[in-house]
Protein backbone atom coordinates (compact mmCIF):
# COMPACT_ATOMS: atom_id res chain seq x y z
CA UNK A 1 0.00 0.00 0.00
CA UNK A 2 2.85 2.15 0.74
CA UNK A 3 5.52 1.11 -0.96
CA UNK A 4 9.13 2.60 0.56
CA UNK A 5 12.84 2.13 -0.46
CA UNK A 6 13.69 -0.42 2.55
CA UNK A 7 12.24 -4.26 2.48
CA UNK A 8 9.05 -5.29 3.55
CA UNK A 9 10.58 -6.86 6.35
CA UNK A 10 12.42 -4.24 7.97
CA UNK A 11 9.30 -1.90 6.90
CA UNK A 12 7.55 -4.18 9.43
CA UNK A 13 9.93 -4.27 12.18
CA UNK A 14 10.59 -0.07 11.51
CA UNK A 15 6.48 0.22 12.61
CA UNK A 16 6.98 -2.21 14.97
CA UNK A 17 9.01 -0.88 17.07
CA UNK A 18 7.49 2.58 16.32
CA UNK A 19 4.01 1.48 17.75
CA UNK A 20 5.84 -0.25 20.59
CA UNK A 21 7.12 3.51 21.06
CA UNK A 22 3.98 5.07 21.05
CA UNK A 23 1.89 2.78 23.41
CA UNK A 24 4.88 3.72 26.01
CA UNK A 25 4.58 7.31 25.25
CA UNK A 26 0.87 6.98 25.80
CA UNK A 27 0.68 4.76 29.03
CA UNK A 28 3.65 7.47 30.83
CA UNK A 29 1.46 10.76 29.32
CA UNK A 30 -1.59 9.00 31.19
CA UNK A 31 0.44 7.89 34.14
CA UNK A 32 1.81 11.46 35.13
CA UNK A 33 -1.36 13.90 33.10
CA UNK A 34 -4.25 11.56 32.84
CA UNK A 35 -4.40 9.95 35.71
CA UNK A 36 -3.75 12.45 38.30
CA UNK A 37 -6.08 14.60 36.87
CA UNK A 38 -8.80 12.47 36.80
CA UNK A 39 -8.19 11.71 40.85
CA UNK A 40 -7.78 14.94 41.63
CA UNK A 41 -11.79 15.84 39.34
CA UNK A 42 -13.21 12.82 40.93
CA UNK A 43 -11.78 12.79 44.89
CA UNK A 44 -11.18 15.89 45.45
CA UNK A 45 -13.41 18.61 44.06
CA UNK A 46 -16.51 16.50 43.36
CA UNK A 47 -15.91 13.55 45.66
CA UNK A 48 -17.24 10.91 43.08
CA UNK A 49 -17.25 7.07 44.41
CA UNK A 50 -14.70 4.87 42.47
CA UNK A 51 -17.82 3.44 40.53
CA UNK A 52 -19.18 6.70 39.18
CA UNK A 53 -15.77 8.23 38.29
CA UNK A 54 -15.39 5.44 36.11
CA UNK A 55 -18.93 5.87 34.14
CA UNK A 56 -18.21 9.73 33.91
CA UNK A 57 -15.17 11.63 33.77
CA UNK A 58 -12.79 8.07 33.24
CA UNK A 59 -15.05 7.09 30.30
CA UNK A 60 -15.57 10.85 28.87
CA UNK A 61 -11.63 10.72 28.95
CA UNK A 62 -11.10 7.08 27.29
CA UNK A 63 -14.46 7.75 24.58
CA UNK A 64 -13.66 11.70 23.82
CA UNK A 65 -10.93 10.44 20.82
CA UNK A 66 -13.16 7.96 19.63
CA UNK A 67 -15.81 10.23 19.63
CA UNK A 68 -14.31 13.26 17.89
CA UNK A 69 -12.25 10.42 15.29
CA UNK A 70 -15.73 8.90 14.57
CA UNK A 71 -17.62 12.18 13.92
CA UNK A 72 -14.83 13.56 11.80
CA UNK A 73 -14.68 9.81 9.51
CA UNK A 74 -18.88 10.11 8.95
CA UNK A 75 -18.82 14.04 7.95
CA UNK A 76 -15.24 13.68 6.33
CA UNK A 77 -15.51 10.69 4.21
CA UNK A 78 -19.26 9.04 5.01
CA UNK A 79 -18.36 5.61 5.56
CA UNK A 80 -20.63 4.51 8.55
CA UNK A 81 -19.31 0.88 7.98
CA UNK A 82 -15.55 1.73 9.20
CA UNK A 83 -16.80 3.86 11.68
CA UNK A 84 -18.47 0.90 13.55
CA UNK A 85 -15.85 -1.10 12.90
CA UNK A 86 -13.54 0.82 14.45
CA UNK A 87 -15.63 1.28 17.78
CA UNK A 88 -16.60 -2.26 18.10
CA UNK A 89 -12.51 -2.69 17.29
CA UNK A 90 -11.53 -0.40 20.17
CA UNK A 91 -14.30 -2.18 22.45
CA UNK A 92 -13.31 -5.66 21.82
CA UNK A 93 -9.56 -4.02 22.60
CA UNK A 94 -10.95 -2.65 25.99
CA UNK A 95 -11.83 -5.47 27.01
CA UNK A 96 -8.95 -8.27 26.36
CA UNK A 97 -5.68 -6.47 26.12
CA UNK A 98 -6.77 -3.77 28.84
CA UNK A 99 -8.62 -5.51 30.98
CA UNK A 100 -5.57 -8.21 30.59
CA UNK A 101 -3.10 -5.45 31.44
CA UNK A 102 -5.21 -4.17 34.60
CA UNK A 103 -5.27 -7.54 35.85
CA UNK A 104 -1.38 -8.16 35.38
CA UNK A 105 -0.43 -4.89 37.20
CA UNK A 106 -2.73 -5.31 40.36
CA UNK A 107 -1.90 -6.47 43.44
CA UNK A 108 -3.29 -10.14 44.29
CA UNK A 109 -4.47 -8.87 47.60
CA UNK A 110 -7.02 -6.34 45.69
CA UNK A 111 -10.53 -7.57 45.35
CA UNK A 112 -13.17 -6.33 43.15
CA UNK A 113 -16.55 -5.77 44.41
CA UNK A 114 -18.33 -8.67 42.55
CA UNK A 115 -21.74 -6.84 42.47
CA UNK A 116 -20.60 -3.79 41.08
CA UNK A 117 -18.58 -5.91 38.38
CA UNK A 118 -21.34 -7.84 37.45
CA UNK A 119 -23.65 -4.83 36.81
CA UNK A 120 -21.23 -3.30 34.54
CA UNK A 121 -20.73 -6.39 32.68
CA UNK A 122 -24.32 -6.39 32.20
CA UNK A 123 -25.33 -3.56 31.15
CA UNK A 124 -22.55 -4.32 28.77
CA UNK A 125 -23.62 -6.76 27.26
CA UNK A 126 -26.98 -5.97 26.74
CA UNK A 127 -25.66 -3.01 25.04
CA UNK A 128 -24.13 -4.61 22.79
CA UNK A 129 -27.14 -6.47 21.95
CA UNK A 130 -29.37 -3.37 20.97
CA UNK A 131 -26.27 -2.29 18.72
CA UNK A 132 -26.65 -5.85 16.80
CA UNK A 133 -30.43 -5.18 16.44
CA UNK A 134 -30.13 -2.08 15.46
CA UNK A 135 -27.42 -2.21 12.71
CA UNK A 136 -28.85 -5.38 11.59
CA UNK A 137 -32.52 -3.73 10.27
CA UNK A 138 -32.09 -1.84 7.62
CA UNK A 139 -31.23 1.67 8.55
CA UNK A 140 -30.52 3.45 11.55
CA UNK A 141 -33.05 6.01 12.43
CA UNK A 142 -32.48 9.38 15.04
CA UNK A 143 -34.87 7.39 17.57
CA UNK A 144 -32.26 4.35 17.71
CA UNK A 145 -29.39 7.11 18.84
CA UNK A 146 -31.59 8.74 20.99
CA UNK A 147 -32.05 5.88 22.72
CA UNK A 148 -28.71 4.65 23.03
CA UNK A 149 -27.62 8.37 24.50
CA UNK A 150 -30.75 7.79 26.97
CA UNK A 151 -29.54 4.21 28.27
CA UNK A 152 -26.28 5.64 29.13
CA UNK A 153 -28.19 8.76 31.21
CA UNK A 154 -30.27 5.91 32.71
CA UNK A 155 -27.57 3.71 33.58
CA UNK A 156 -25.57 6.74 35.49
CA UNK A 157 -28.36 7.84 36.99
CA UNK A 158 -28.60 3.99 37.95
CA UNK A 159 -25.01 3.62 39.65
CA UNK A 160 -25.41 7.25 41.19
CA UNK A 161 -28.95 6.89 42.94
CA UNK A 162 -28.12 3.02 44.13
CA UNK A 163 -25.04 4.63 45.45
CA UNK A 164 -26.68 6.91 47.39
CA UNK A 165 -28.86 4.61 48.95
CA UNK A 166 -26.47 1.65 49.67
CA UNK A 167 -23.58 3.41 50.80
CA UNK A 168 -21.47 3.54 47.58
CA UNK A 169 -18.87 1.20 46.60
CA UNK A 170 -17.44 -2.19 48.63
CA UNK A 171 -14.26 -0.72 49.29
CA UNK A 172 -11.46 -3.00 47.24
CA UNK A 173 -9.89 -5.06 50.56
CA UNK A 174 -6.53 -6.54 51.08
CA UNK A 175 -6.22 -10.16 52.47
CA UNK A 176 -3.22 -9.20 54.25
CA UNK A 177 -3.55 -9.36 57.98
CA UNK A 178 -1.86 -6.63 60.48
CA UNK A 179 -1.79 -3.55 58.63
CA UNK A 180 -2.11 -1.76 62.23
CA UNK A 181 -3.34 2.38 61.89
CA UNK A 182 -4.72 3.18 58.72
CA UNK A 183 -6.08 -0.17 57.73
CA UNK A 184 -7.51 -0.45 54.50
CA UNK A 185 -5.41 2.49 53.31
CA UNK A 186 -2.86 3.01 50.88
CA UNK A 187 0.07 5.32 50.20
CA UNK A 188 -0.34 8.71 51.48
CA UNK A 189 -3.78 7.97 53.18
CA UNK A 190 -5.70 6.52 49.77
CA UNK A 191 -8.00 4.05 49.84
CA UNK A 192 -7.30 0.41 47.99
CA UNK A 193 -10.63 1.40 45.82
CA UNK A 194 -9.08 5.04 44.85
CA UNK A 195 -5.30 2.81 43.88
CA UNK A 196 -7.17 0.23 42.18
CA UNK A 197 -9.51 2.55 39.69
CA UNK A 198 -6.09 4.65 38.94
CA UNK A 199 -4.46 1.63 37.89
CA UNK A 200 -7.30 0.86 35.84
CA UNK A 201 -7.49 4.06 34.46
CA UNK A 202 -3.66 3.99 32.66
CA UNK A 203 -3.58 0.20 33.27
CA UNK A 204 0.14 0.89 34.02
CA UNK A 205 0.05 2.99 36.72
CA UNK A 206 2.07 2.43 39.60
CA UNK A 207 0.57 1.59 42.99
CA UNK A 208 2.72 3.99 45.06
CA UNK A 209 2.18 6.81 42.62
CA UNK A 210 1.07 9.57 44.89
CA UNK A 211 -1.79 12.46 44.04
CA UNK A 212 -1.15 15.70 42.93
Known amino acids: ?10 TAIVLAGWLVLLVSLLSTTADYFFVPALEYLSFDMLNLKPS ?7 ALGNGAPD ?34 GVILVSKPSCKVDRATFQRDLLVYLIMVGVIISIV ?48 GQGEGGRS ?21
Open 67 to 100: MFGALAGIQGQGDLEVVLGSLVGASVFISTVVLG
Open 136 to 183: SGDSITLADSAGLLAFYVAYVAFVVIRGAYYGGDSELDSSSEGQGEGE
Open 52 to 58: VAGITLL
Open 192 to 212: LDERAWAVEAAAVVPPDKGRP
Open 1 to 10: YCPGPMPPAV
